[in-house]
């Protein structure tokens, strides 16, 4: 290939301004999804309920003086900040929205998946109702929104003020890769959980107090029930930064939790535990499946059979 210094810098005029324009655009849109800007467009009053006081800003540290209890949650998600602002009016409950900046939109939705109890209701991304109390997540934030009482004049303000918050949202919202790996039939999409910390893994099902798995920063879990022929099982699928970081991963899960698992035909491994169900694990380049407890062996190899592998 010949190339001339004019071409080049003929190239790179051209390139120039189509960088600066990516550049600007990826900037304008950081900048429209800051807190700080997502502040200045929340409503000031709805449904007669009016912002009091002035809105209150906590960060990774001082959240623990706002969440009692609850933070860590939050903080093993990666939370950058939060907003809190409180309606009020008269004869009616307070109404405090909670706006967490999660990062991405990954972490966001992962908080938003620990817990998903409540009604399905399409406001932001699957929004959850409970009396009183809404949540959703949308672009890299979750939002609650809830009464210090449940009234109907206040369920009704709680979910009018979801909506505007929703809308106010600008952003893709994209849900972890790792979730188009799991088994499609006999999945209950309510269950699943995404996280990459060993607290939080521990908190939907304990496994050891020891990070046997090695779950960091840089994995990905994704943990989920099925049921099938009246049949249930626990699957939990971990992606790792490399094949050897998995493998270590395995070995140690394998000595330490299934010290008695048989090697299968397919590579799996399976063990039958002390409860009466089975386990299994298999591992595929840089992604580890692990069938924590089926009620049949069976079950818990065919759930290792469908998983998405790489």
Request: aromatic share 10%; net charge negative.
């Amino acid at each position: 290939m010949i190339s001339t210094l004019h071409n080049r810098k003929c190239l790179f005029l051209i390139a120039f301004p189509a960088i600066s324009l990516v550049s600007l655009l990826m900037t304008h849109n950081t900048m429209a999804n800051t807190l700080t800007k997502l502040q200045s467009d929340l409503p000031l009053q709805i449904m007669g309920w009016k912002a009091v006081s002035e809105d209150r800003f906590f960060d990774r540290t001082t959240i623990f003086s706002y969440i009692d209890g609850g933070a860590e949650i939050y903080k093993a998600y990666d939370m950058q900040s939060c907003l809190s602002r409180r309606y009020a009016i008269s004869g009616e409950p307070n109404i405090i929205l909670d706006i967490f900046d999660m990062g991405t939109p990954q972490n966001a939705f992962g908080v938003f998946t620990h817990d998903t109890d409540g009604k399905v209701i399409h406001v932001g991304q699957e929004g959850r109702l409970r009396p009183g109390w809404l949540s959703f997540w949308k672009y890299r934030f979750f939002v609650s929104v809830y009464a210090e009482d449940d009234t109907d004049a206040a369920q009704k303000a709680v979910n009018a003020l979801a909506e505007q918050v929703a809308g106010a949202i600008q952003g893709r919202s994209t849900k972890p890769g790792i979730l188009t790996k799991l088994p499609a039939e006999g999945l209950r999409s309510e269950s699943i959980r995404y996280l990459h910390h060993p607290i939080l893994l521990n908190y939907h099902y304990y496994i050891s107090d020891e990070n046997l798995l090695g779950i960091s920063n840089d994995t990905n879990v994704v943990l989920a029930t099925y049921r099938l022929n009246d049949k249930n099982a626990v699957l939990m699928l971990v992606e790792y930064s490399g094949s050897d970081t998995a493998q270590k991963a395995a070995d140690r899960f394998l000595k330490f939790y299934l010290p008695e698992a048989t090697l299968e035909p397919d590579s799996s491994k399976t063990a039958l535990l002390e409860n009466g169900k089975w386990a299994a694990i298999r591992r595929q380049e840089h992604f580890l499946a692990v069938v924590l407890e089926a009620d049949s062996r069976e079950l818990a190899q065919n759930l290792l059979r469908n998983v998405q592998w790489p």
